[in-house]
């Protein structure tokens, strides 16, 4: 493509969304990114952090950075095959087998990651991947890299994923069977049906695989995950987490046999070929690790925050949708509509980013609000006037 007909085409693209109400700026945070945080120069209280514990801001974690910092170095140095294996990161992934009652952990540079590597050091143009259709971005790119025949199930349907499992192992033509899905979906908040899937897979002699992204620190004893929800400990094969949400700081990592991180260690392409995390975000995140090890308060608060939310926002009339979690989708439906709720929200003093197509699909455009453990009741309260204020001004409810 000549840089004519790149400009042409970047050009016509970026003006339809423009046309369409979808063309975004990224949003500037001046300081933590907390409850309330300076967006874009206006003080707002913020809805729109995957912060869910407010260990991003915990004067513990940022200590333990700046200690990691200053016995490490600023970085790695190298992949962690060749030099940059610290003993730091190996603490980190100890702690984290610890909590999650799992045989070892491998730590990654993001979620994104762990599944980009994962579902390709497993899977191959030989197997069938079995998909919830709402699953997260990374696994779809995951499944896709992989090679593997991906056989999509209508969502958390459980009785779909077992017509499509079931024509997948009488079609002799797979080696291999994966059930892969979120514990939490990220746009939705519902929780996946877990205990059902465990007897599907045994069923139809299937292995699963599970990205807790947005349950990690949010479900479980201490934050521990659906695993922990549903009390299934050894009965998943694959459990990513992600360190960015609930921990609060960067990184992703897979749970689950000793076999299966040695494996990972040799063929996860991101681990092999990109320099591992920081030391000061593996002392940050070790700290977070020991927190939720040591305490239930921060979850406890998370959840009494929650189901505060929840309730205030049905009562004023609110469309939540089928949350189950702190995430909180307002569903409007329209997606240009659902910008300008955004934009009006802002104005009003609440930051609650504006979702649509093609993170969700068309028609159920949202503004997806995700409560904290930081928040108070005064600031939700505050929320939800502001929601009033704004849904009667554009007539949205």
């Known amino acids: 493509m000549s840089y004519n007909a790149l400009h042409e085409f970047l050009s016509k693209n970026l003006n339809e969304l423009k046309e369409k109400g979808l063309y975004r700026k990224l949003p500037v945070v001046t300081g933590p990114t907390g409850p309330r945080a300076i967006v874009n120069g206006r003080e707002v209280i913020n809805l729109s952090s995957n912060n869910y514990l407010g260990l991003a801001n915990d004067p513990r974690l940022v200590e333990a950075a700046i200690k990691a910092t200053e016995k490490y170095g600023a970085g790695a140095g190298a992949v962690r095959t060749i030099v940059g294996t610290l003993d730091i990161h190996e603490e980190l992934e100890q702690k984290l087998a610890t909590f999650k009652k799992a045989e070892a952990v491998i730590v990654f540079q993001s979620g994104f990651n762990c599944n980009m590597g994962t579902v390709g050091a497993l899977m191959t143009k030989e197997d069938a991947i079995l998909s919830d259709e709402l699953n997260h971005a990374s696994i779809i790119d995951g499944c896709r890299l992989s090679g593997a025949k991906v056989l999509r199930y209508k969502h958390n349907n459980m009785d779909d994923l077992r017509r499509v499992i079931k024509e997948a192992r009488d079609s002799g033509l797979y080696k291999k069977l994966m059930i892969i899905f979120d514990g939490v979906f990220s746009m939705d908040g519902d929780i996946v049906n877990l205990p059902e899937i465990v007897k599907i897979a045994d069923e139809y002699e299937a292995f699963t695989y599970i990205d807790d992204a947005h349950a990690s620190g949010v479900l479980g004893k201490g934050g521990r995950g659906t695993v922990s929800h549903f009390d299934l400990y050894g009965r998943v094969d694959c459990q990513i987490g992600t360190l960015s949400k609930g921990i609060g700081v960067i990184g992703g990592y897979v749970a689950g046999t000793k076999e299966l991180i040695d494996w990972l260690k040799l063929r996860g392409r991101p681990f092999l070929f ?63 509509k659902a910008m300008q709720f955004s934009d009006e929200l802002y104005k009003e003093g609440l930051f609650v980013s504006g979702i649509a197509f093609p993170t969700v699909p068309r028609g159920t455009a949202r503004v997806r609000n995700i409560v904290t453990a930081a928040h108070t009741k005064d600031m939700l309260d505050e929320a939800v006037h502001i929601y009033e204020k704004v849904a009667k001004k554009l007539n949205v409810l």
């Open 274 to 336: 990109s320099t591992a995390i920081t030391p000061g975000a593996a002392g940050a995140c070790i700290k977070a690790v020991e927190i939720l090890s040591e305490s239930t308060e921060l979850v406890d608060k998370l959840w009494d925050n929650t189901r505060y939310f929840k309730s205030r926002m049905k009562e004023a009339g609110f469309d939540i949708g089928r949350s189950e979690t702190p995430i909180t989708p307002v569903i409007i439906g329209n997606e240009a």
